[in-house]
């Protein structure tokens, strides 16, 4: 069973500029979370997708976006990015049913800010 | 507030050492705890998910346990290939299914 993938793996973006990363998930999952990760704060919570609805969200503001298309593939958007922005983000997909549901992480996009 | 912690924030072995790894929670209600393995620049690596108190899982040289309140990672006689940061996360009962993560256990295995 292929695991999740996310793509682009690297980017370099300047201030001010949007982007978009895309993640796939396990074959069969139906939820979609995505983390922000730097050596600062650790693994923070940006939101969930659960059957193309946002079903929870994290304390990021607005410019944080993302969507769930119905095969379960999830973007995610960063409007006018901040240096601050400069991360890991790592995607998770699980079965969504809550009930001994295991995330299952990709290998992440490292976003740089310039 | 669901709440993780993780000690020590860093851990040098040297090779066949075993040492233990602790993580210390505070939810309402556990539904379940999770180790991660994740390795520099890449994405968390699922270990183990424990239920209950009193739950071991094993896997090579990783053993996880758990009681009311913690859960501890056991690792014996480690090799270099165990250097990582090691991840605990709980999932809570009620509300969102979504975990709460600890910031981790960095380990460095000397040969």
């Known amino acids: 069973k292929a695991g999740v993938t996310q793509t682009p793996r690297y980017l370099i973006k300047t201030r001010g500029q949007q982007v978009t990363l895309s993640c796939s998930p396990i074959?069969?999952?139906?939820?979609v979370s995505w983390y922000q990760q730097t050596p600062g704060q650790g693994l923070q919570f940006l939101f969930e997708?659960?059957?193309?609805?946002?079903?929870n969200k994290g304390n990021f503001p607005g410019r944080f976006s993302g969507r769930q298309f119905s095969n379960s593939r999830s973007e995610m958007n960063v409007s006018t990015l901040e240096l601050g922005d400069s991360a890991l983000y790592l995607c998770?997909?699980?079965?969504?049913?809550?009930?001994?549901?295991?995330?299952?992480f990709g290998p992440g996009t490292r976003l740089t800010v310039l | 507030e669901d709440q993780v912690t993780q000690s020590p924030e860093a851990l040098r072995l040297q090779e066949g050492e075993s040492s233990s790894l602790n993580c210390s929670y505070t939810?309402?209600?556990?539904?379940?705890l999770f180790w991660y393995r994740q390795d520099p620049g890449k994405g968390p690596e699922f270990l183990f998910t424990?239920?209950?108190a009193g739950e071991e899982k094993e896997k090579e040289r990783l053993k996880a346990t758990l009681t009311k309140k913690e859960s501890f990672l056991h690792i014996t006689a480690p090799k270099p290939e165990d250097s990582a940061t090691y991840l605990c996360?709980?999932?809570?009962?009620?509300?969102?299914?979504?975990?709460?993560f600890g910031r981790g256990t960095s380990l460095i295995v000397h040969p």
């Open positions: 998770a997909s699980s079965g969504g049913t809550g009930v001994r549901d295991t995330q299952y």
């Open positions: 074959s069969g999952h139906r939820s």
């Open positions: 997708y659960f059957s193309e609805t946002q079903r």
């Open positions: 939810v309402s209600g556990l539904r379940g």
């Open positions: 424990l239920y209950s």
């Open positions: 996360a709980v999932q809570a009962t009620g509300g969102s299914y979504i975990p709460t």
